[in-house]
């Protein structure tokens, strides 16, 4: 049973960074995909990126190119959403999950919000 760990939220300043970290246990981490998704209130989930398991291949969603990266460290089992120029719009709760039997993200952490003040 996988599971995953978000850190690193909090509030910040518009044009402010965060970087959240996503620790996982319980599973071999290099082999599984692993994407960021947020969800604020009244609005569906959206996806944010995706970075294949040997960390080589990263997609960024459009609505956050540009200002969000994707990465991960297998040697410590933890993926990470570099986030720059924060917006109000960028408040949300940041889930990290993980795709270990197919396209389906099948494991999911608990979250960690993110506030961003104008």
């Known amino acids: 049973q996988m599971q995953l760990v978000e850190s690193g939220g909090g509030w910040v300043q518009t044009g402010g960074s965060l970087r959240l970290s996503c620790a996982a246990s319980?599973?071999?981490?290099?082999?599984?995909?692993m994407g960021w998704f947020r969800q604020a209130p009244g609005k569906e989930r959206e996806f944010l990126a995706k970075?294949?398991?040997?960390?080589?291949?990263?997609y960024v969603a459009a609505s956050v190119r540009g200002r969000f990266t994707i990465s991960r460290d297998n040697a410590k089992n933890t993926v990470y959403l570099q986030m720059n120029s924060l917006k109000p719009e960028d408040t949300a709760v940041y889930y990290c999950?993980?795709?270990?039997?197919?396209?389906?993200?099948?494991?999911w952490g608990q979250g960690t919000q993110v506030t961003v003040s104008s």
């Open positions: 999950a993980a795709q270990t039997k197919g396209p389906s993200y099948d494991y």
């Open positions: 319980g599973g071999t981490f290099s082999n599984y995909a």
């Open positions: 970075i294949n398991g040997g960390g080589g291949t990263t």
